[in-house]
């Protein structure tokens, strides 16, 4: 089932989530929900934040930069209360994109290299070295488990020249090709 994925300015993007065991109530389910909206919504991450559940667990399937990013190839991962540990290397810059702010695309840096520590959804722990698109992925997907979003990371400058798009999508004032909640309603158009 596709959940609808909450936009820019909605609470529960900028909650702290927290940690849950294997007795969550439907974990099975959920991440199958969570692994349609985001192959429907053409998204190579998806953090339960983004479905409005203040919860440490992301997805994250690189395949689709597997032809300009080797690393990429065949990681496709659920990732339950992850950890970052270290963060290595010199930052390098790419665009990203998110799915709660559709039509913002901008350079952001970040490490090239991380170690990261989660349950995967058979509750098998791992301790793993990331590098490159990949990590770069996770790291996105780590910040909204932190309540951050990406277009924190810019310049103030930055912000400020997206504030008039960035309120559109407050507001529901676009209209990207899957479904969203917006945390303020559409105003009624004559």
């Not at 395949?63 to 080797?70: G, I, L, R, T």
């Not at 990732?79 to 799915?99: D, R, V, Y």
């Amino acid at each position: 089932m596709f959940l609808p994925v909450v936009a820019y300015g909605h609470p529960t993007l900028k909650k702290m989530s927290v940690n849950i065991d294997k007795d969550y109530p439907n974990l099975t389910e959920l991440i199958e929900n969570m692994w349609e909206t985001m192959y429907e919504s053409n998204g190579v991450g998806l953090a339960a934040p983004q479905v409005n559940l203040n919860i440490r667990l992301f997805l994250v399937d690189s395949n689709p930069f597997k032809e300009d990013y080797p690393e990429a190839k065949g990681q496709k991962k659920v990732i339950i209360n992850a950890k970052i540990i270290e963060e290595e290397g010199e930052e390098w810059a790419f665009q990203e994109g998110c799915l709660s702010v559709p039509e913002i695309h901008e350079e952001i840096m970040r490490n090239p290299r991380i170690r990261i520590q989660y349950y995967d959804e058979n509750w098998q722990y791992h301790d793993e070295w990331i590098e490159g698109i990949v990590a770069r992925i996770m790291q996105h997907e780590y910040d909204h488990i932190d309540g951050k979003i990406f277009i924190e990371r810019l310049s103030p400058m930055r912000k400020l020249l997206l504030k008039r798009k960035l309120s559109e999508i407050t507001e529901g004032k676009i209209e990207p090709n899957y479904r969203m909640l917006f945390p303020v309603l559409k105003k009624a158009r004559r």
